[in-house]
């Protein structure tokens, strides 16, 4: 089993910046890929962002490209969520995950280890 610890998230104002940390521990950490989703009340769960762990890449959403950069740490077994420019519509929840399947990195069904998830919200 892999169990993953999200942290960083919090209350800014727009136009602030955030840092996510997500730590993993468990069996032998060694996914595919490690991806940030986030769920805003009443709506879908989407990907965020997402890193190859053996540096085959990285994924974006259109709406965070150029603001968000996420990064890896595999001597911590830890990825990071760096949010700058945060802006009211980045409000949610956010969520690491960890895959171990081949697949593209913005599909959750991908995804089979799952962080409890940390509340960012940005205040206009």
């Known amino acids: 089993q892999v169990q993953l610890v999200e942290s960083g998230g919090g209350l800014v104002q727009a136009g602030g910046s955030l840092r996510l940390s997500c730590a993993a521990s468990?069996?032998?950490?060694?996914?595919?890929?490690m991806g940030w989703f986030r769920q805003a009340p009443g709506k879908e769960r989407e990907a965020v962002a997402a890193?190859?762990?053996?540096?085959?890449?990285?994924y974006y959403t259109d709406s965070v490209k150029g603001r968000f950069t996420i990064s890896r740490d595999s001597a911590k077994n830890t990825v990071y969520l760096q949010m700058n420019s945060l802006t009211p519509e980045d409000t949610a929840v956010y969520y690491c995950?960890?895959?171990?399947?081949?697949?593209?990195?913005?599909?959750?069904?991908?995804?089979?280890?799952w962080g409890q998830g940390t509340q960012v919200t940005v205040s206009s």
């Open positions: 995950a960890a895959s171990y399947y081949s697949g593209t990195y913005y599909h959750a069904g991908n995804y089979a280890y």
């Open positions: 890193i190859g762990w053996g540096g085959g890449g990285t």
């Open positions: 468990g069996r032998t950490f060694s996914p595919y890929s």
